[in-house]
């Protein structure tokens, strides 16, 4: 399915071209990638409010103590997709949610995701069954890497 | 014509509308002293401004108002927000004019640190509405570039408002009453990609007394806070297991907009929090106000006599001014997980547990003799349920990951469902149910004496009252007085005040084994050693567990400690131990009945024993009218008592 592919790697592309309609627009950085980074970041680091949630929810989410992939938290770049920072946060902060609606092949946590990529509406039901039938080669094993998980996604929906 | 200038000195201040004309003669020297602008052009213009600002009236516009938190105060007016910062004038917080005076003068601030904001962009939404009303000119007030805003702007894209309420929990204290936050809708169609809104208290403490004392008395700072909205969702739905109730509010995409400068206005700002009354569901009210300025949600609370705002009241505040569209609910993990096995039989629940408790491997249910829907069942159960013992810790990650992968990884082979397969029917929603406060008043026949009584709760559910809105077997009775006027003796006597009652009885269903726990304190009419009913303090903590009988049934099993204290009791006081056994259930969808035994037996301080049996009932006429029957006989220090009484109740 190299339409498909295409189609997903030039909208993520775009993505980064369209930074502005994306969280803090940094597209071009992985900085950022912990899951307490909030949309006001860049405004008020040093607020207690955001050091608290962001102490509260990488202690809650962080991949430090559970989530099945790993290599979240220093970002590595996944080779095949241009990497956008709202993509990045929404997969590592819901990777586990994610993984269990490529398996059941539906859910709020897949549409979501194929939102993110632009998959247009018609074309979601043939993407969801490749992510299905795919699944492990996607999720290959514990702990992959979330960069991974990513490149492999590209690859099965080719 | 009184006028007031900001920033002015303590002489001017005090020679207010005297020396109005040398102030405003003066305040091109003035003010670049007090750093509010430069440069003698622009300072004709400001004049200009704030002359047109007052000839309109608008420090007495409502937007204006509800921009800065102002709320009566004696004779004038005082703002909410706490923060010194939030005011461009040194009297602010209580001088409309002088604030909004000082916010046209900061407008035109050049000398602001590189780091820092332009004050047209930290003040957003004062700056867009006095633009609207003014017209500022361009060419003499330059618009200052806000790059930070514009880019939380398009990144946010506000398009619609959304009322958020995680539903209490049972066996979560915290979640007591709920909570409500706001989301704002982008342009996306997933809601997962919107952003929630909370405001929130900033504590540093840990709980205990200390805590609770500091929170109620306004030591600590509320503020808000932005986070995407599956953050919010996970934390609710599958770390706490909240049913999460969204309320869609009618705001346009203006007043979405709107609401959302405002937001960008609060987020650098505090206001104390106050526990009971300006929380966080109070303080979202603002940003719907700020949206359109013309609902006057946070005066449903505020200078009501009525010192706590409950979350749920909120949401019925914005239901009374029409902006409720529609409702949707989102069920937590824990609604899931029951909704899957409800449909299994325990065979497969079985399979099921041996898949997550480690003693089969997912992909031999592959293989068993079952039909599709069921290998998914066991599987999709299997997913849920590893999830819920990896974030409740009851499983090690490394096992977790593992165990997590391979399930999916065999649910994958079993294709996808036309659609969802385990539709969860939408409950009655938290606003429909009965009011919170409660007013009841009857008579009736205590061992000796006929009485008539009145009693008053300020909130929020008893286990008689009707569970529709609200988490069936949760009751927090706060406050709840009455008094009894007792013909023979002609004496009105306090009958029972209950500080705290609160019972939580969350059954076993073959999924989760919860504990069931109570605990109650106040002051209560008791039968003591002298035969006469006494006022005695009264602690009274237990644990236990319940199960369910049929849809709506609840039997529990209580054991408890009971601790009384009162001059009457010899050595003051009697510290008991035993339980309690009843039975809680809907009759009919207006009948409830509540049956149940109890024994205490007292070893230390008065020796005693005190046995008793009740049979409760409460009949609905409406959602906010009932009837209560209520029937008791006990066996204290040797000696009987019946207490039956009749009441009409009124939830308001």
Redesign the interface.
Same mark, same amino acid.
Do not use: K, W
């Given at each position: 399915m190299k339409r498909l592919f295409i189609v997903v790697t030039v909208v993520a592309v775009s993505l980064v071209f369209v930074g502005?309609?994306?969280?803090? #627009?940094q597209a071009h950085s992985n900085t950022g990638c912990g899951?307490g980074t909030?949309?006001?970041k #860049?405004?008020?680091d040093n607020?207690?409010?955001?050091q /608290? &949630?962001q102490a509260t929810?990488n202690g809650? %989410?962080g991949n430090q103590?559970? #989530?099945?992939t790993t290599g979240t938290s220093d970002c590595a770049q996944p080779k095949n997709f241009v990497s956008n920072q +709202?993509l990045n946060?929404?997969m590592v !902060?819901?990777m586990?949610?994610l !993984?269990?609606d490529?398996? +059941? #092949?539906?859910g709020? /946590?897949l549409? !979501?995701f194929a939102?993110?990529l632009q998959i247009p509406t018609e074309k979601r039901a043939e993407f %969801?069954?490749q992510l299905?039938?795919g699944?492990?080669r996607i &999720?290959t094993?514990?702990?992959v890497q979330m960069a991974s998980v990513m490149d492999n996604i590209s690859t099965v929906s080719k | 014509m009184a006028v007031i200038l900001p920033r002015l000195t303590g002489a001017c201040r005090t020679f207010r509308s005297a020396c109005l004309f040398v102030c405003l003669a003066v305040f091109s020297v003035l003010v670049p002293s007090t750093g509010a602008a430069s440069g003698t052009a622009s300072n004709g213009y400001l004049g200009e401004l704030q002359q047109l600002a007052r000839e309109k009236g608008l420090a007495a516009a409502r937007t204006w108002e509800v921009l800065l938190h102002y709320k009566p105060a004696g004779s004038g007016t005082m703002s909410l927000v706490d923060d010194p910062r939030f005011f461009n004038a040194p009297n602010g917080s209580t001088d409309r004019e002088a604030e909004l005076s000082a916010t046209l003068a900061s407008f035109f601030r050049t000398d602001e640190k590189e780091d820092e904001e332009h004050p047209q962009c930290r003040f957003i939404a004062r700056y867009t509405w006095l633009n609207e009303q003014l017209g500022f000119d361009p060419a003499r007030l330059p618009k200052a570039p806000c790059a930070k805003f514009d880019k939380a702007l398009s990144s946010v894209n506000p398009r619609s408002v959304v009322l958020v309420f995680p539903n209490t929990l049972l066996n979560l204290p915290s979640s007591m009453f709920g909570h409500t936050l706001l989301r704002i809708n982008t342009a996306y169609q997933s809601d997962l990609l919107s952003h929630a809104v909370n405001y929130a208290a900033i504590t540093g403490d840990s709980l205990g007394l200390f805590y609770v004392f500091k929170g109620i008395f306004g030591f600590y700072h509320g503020r808000f806070s932005n986070l995407p909205y599956y953050e919010k969702v996970q934390e609710y739905s599958d770390l706490e297991h909240r049913d999460i109730w969204e309320y869609h509010l009618n705001l346009t995409p203006d007043e979405a907009y709107r609401a959302f400068l405002h937001i960008w206005e609060m987020k650098e700002f505090y206001a104390n929090y106050y526990f009971f009354d300006q929380n966080c569901s109070f303080n979202l009210l603002f940003l719907i106000e700020a949206g359109r300025p013309s609902l006057r949600l946070t005066d449903e609370f505020y200078g009501k006599w009525r010192f706590w705002v409950i979350p749920v009241d909120t949401v019925r505040a914005a239901q009374k001014f029409g902006i409720i569209e529609r409702v949707s609910y989102r069920p937590s993990r824990a609604s899931k997980i029951l909704r899957i096995a409800e449909e299994m039989d325990s065979d497969l629940k079985d399979m099921t547990f041996e898949v997550v408790d480690g003693k089969r491997t997912p992909a031999s249910v592959l293989s068993e003799d079952l039909r599709v829907e069921e290998k998914r069942e066991v599987l999709d159960l299997s997913t849920e349920l590893s999830q819920y013992r990896a974030t409740t810790r009851k499983l090690e990650k490394a096992q977790y990951q593992k165990q997590f992968l391979d399930i999916l990884a065999a649910r994958s082979t079993l294709g996808i469902p036309a659609e969802d397969p385990y539709p969860i029917q939408t409950p009655t929603p938290p606003d429909q149910g009965h009011l919170s406060a409660r007013f009841r008043t009857g008579g009736g026949y205590r061992t000796g004496s006929w009485f008539t009584e009145i009693e008053w709760r300020a909130a929020y559910h008893d286990i008689t009252d009707l569970d529709e809105g609200y988490v069936r077997g949760a009751q927090i009775n706060f406050m709840d007085l009455s008094f009894r006027y007792y013909f023979d003796d002609d004496k009105v006597r306090l009958h029972r005040w209950r500080v705290i009652d609160i019972v939580s009885l969350s059954p076993w269903n073959g999924i989760f084994k919860p504990i069931s726990w109570k605990v109650s304190a106040g002051v209560e009419e008791l039968l003591l050693d002298d035969g006469r009913d006494h006022p005695v303090a009264r602690l009274n903590v237990g644990g236990g567990a319940t199960a369910g009988v049929g849809s709506t049934g609840r039997a529990y099993l209580l054991a408890e400690t009971d601790l009384q204290a009162s001059t009457r009791l010899e050595k003051d006081y009697a510290l008991g131990f035993g339980g309690t056994a009843g039975l809680m259930t809907n009759v009919t969808k207006d009948w409830k009945v509540n049956v149940w035994a109890q024994g205490l037996f007292y070893g230390a301080g008065d020796e005693h024993r005190s046995l008793a049996a009740a049979l409760q009932s409460n009949l609905r006429f409406t959602t906010n009218t009932s009837l209560s029957l209520d029937a008791k006989r006990e066996l204290t220090f040797d000696r009987y008592r019946t207490d039956i009484t009749a009441r009409m109740n009124w939830y308001y």
């Open positions: 502005a309609a994306f969280a803090a #627009g899951l909030m949309l006001f #860049g405004n008020a607020s207690v409010v955001l /608290t &949630f929810t809650i %989410y103590t559970f #989530g099945i +709202q946060e929404f !902060a819901n586990d949610n !993984a269990r490529i398996a +059941q #092949g539906r709020e /946590t549409d !979501a939102e993110l %969801y069954g299905q039938s699944f492990s &999720f094993s514990p702990g | -």
